[in-house]
Antibody, heavy 117, light 110 residues
Framework: QVQLQQWGAGLLKPSETLSLTCAVS????????WTWIRQPPGKGLEWIGE???????NYNPSLKSRVTISPDTSQSQFSLRLTSVTAADTAIYYC???????????WGQGTLVTVSS | QSALTQPRSVSGSPGQSVTISCAGS?????????VSWYQQHPGKAPELLIY???ERPSGVPDRFSGSKSASTASLTISGLQAEDEADYYC??????????FGGGTYLTVL
């Protein structure tokens, strides 16, 4: 059974870079697409982007200029970098696997990232 | 890429049925049969309930069903139970390898 374990800094100052990593275990890393999704406190889900099975990335147009998702195939991990963060980037960030179009399963446990001066 | 439109909240009594709508456009829901639904309890990660409009993953009760008409998808929960009280999110493929979520609907079981 595939499991995702994520980690990264939970408190950032404005203008800093958010960095999170997600480790995949219990199943293959190659051959699937992997995604990051975020949820501001008390609000809905927002798709950030994905890295697909061929190594190509696709991002939410609203975040594209600040986002990088990259793989580490040897470690079965993938990472999220979001530059120039502001308070609006405060959210729980989830990593997840995309099995098919819009089929997101499983999800990581989530990491709360707070941006505050 | 605009978020899909869901009602903020719905409610129903135990044993009843409720339907949650998810309105999109021809660029997302209307253009693809790639709509999924997720259930999220407080403090937990979302969990897949429905995929490909109306398919249920193994382990999801058949009380949960999905459908689509034009650019609007719907999730119906029949035989409401107390544990169904949660947030529900729709998600659609939106072309060019992008996804879009709905704003979420909170279901209250009265």
């Amino acid at each position: 059974q595939v499991q995702l374990q994520q980690w990264g800094a939970g408190l950032l100052k404005p203008s800093e870079t958010l960095s999170l990593t997600c480790a995949v275990s219990g199943g293959p890393f190659s051959g699937y697409s992997w995604t990051w999704i975020r949820q501001p406190p008390g609000k809905g889900l927002e798709w950030i982007g994905e890295i697909n099975h061929s190594g190509s990335t696709n991002y939410n147009p609203s975040l594209k200029s600040r986002v990088t998702i990259s793989p580490d195939t040897s470690q079965s991990q993938f990472s999220l970098r979001l530059t120039s963060v502001t308070a609006a980037d405060t959210a729980i960030y989830y990593c997840a696997r995309i099995k098919l179009r819009a089929v997101i399963i499983p999800w990581g446990q989530g990491t709360l990232v707070t941006v505050s001066s | 890429q605009s978020a899909l439109t869901q009602p903020r909240s719905v409610s129903g009594s135990p044993g009843q049925s409720v339907t949650i709508s998810c309105a999109g456009s021809s660029s997302d829901i209307g253009g693809y049969n790639s709509v999924s639904w997720y259930q999220q309890h407080p403090g937990k990660a979302p969990e897949l309930l429905i995929y490909d409009v109306s398919e249920r993953p193994s382990g999801v009760p058949d009380r949960f069903s999905g459908s689509k008409s034009a650019s609007t998808a719907s999730l119906t929960i029949s035989g409401l139970q107390a544990e169904d009280e949660a947030d529900y999110y729709c998600c659609s493929y939106a072309g060019s390898y992008t996804l879009v979520f709905g704003g979420g609907t909170y279901l209250t079981v009265l």
